[in-house]
Nanobody, 115 residues
Framework: QVQLVESGGGLIQPGGSLRLSCAVS????????MAWYRQVPGNQRELVAA???????NYAESVKGRFTISRDNAANTVYLQMNSLKPEDTAVYYC?????????WGQGTQVTVSS
């Protein structure tokens, strides 16, 4: 059974930091490309950051220089370090795993940036 379980979300003040984690089971984690998406109610889900199975990273322009995606293949976990958070970063953040025609999503974790 494939499971992607996000954690680490919460309420944070502007300028603060959070680290999201996504623990993955049921797949060959090291073979999958991993990504973080986010979604605000009424909007489409958007790509935040991605990391390939060999560690190549890609970021949305809005988070470059503030967010860092990383993976630990031994722990089957992908991370999203979020610094200098802004109110516009408020969203539900989803973890995503992809390998060829396989695609899986986590249940999401809420991040709220507010004073």
């Amino acid at each position: 059974q494939v499971q992607l379980v996000e954690s680490g979300g919460g309420l944070i003040q502007p300028g603060g930091s959070l680290r999201l984690s996504c623990a993955v089971s049921g797949i060959r984690f090291r073979m999958n490309d991993m990504a973080w998406y986010r979604q605000v109610p009424g909007n489409q889900r958007e790509l935040v950051a991605a990391i390939t199975n060999i560690g190549t990273t890609n970021y949305a322009e809005s988070v470059k220089g503030r967010f860092t995606i990383s993976r630990d293949n031994a722990a089957n976990t992908v991370y999203l370090q979020m610094n200098s958070l802004k109110p516009e970063d408020t969203a539900v953040y989803y973890c995503n795993a992809q390998y060829r025609d396989f695609l899986a999503w986590g249940q999401g974790t809420q991040v709220t940036v507010s004073s």
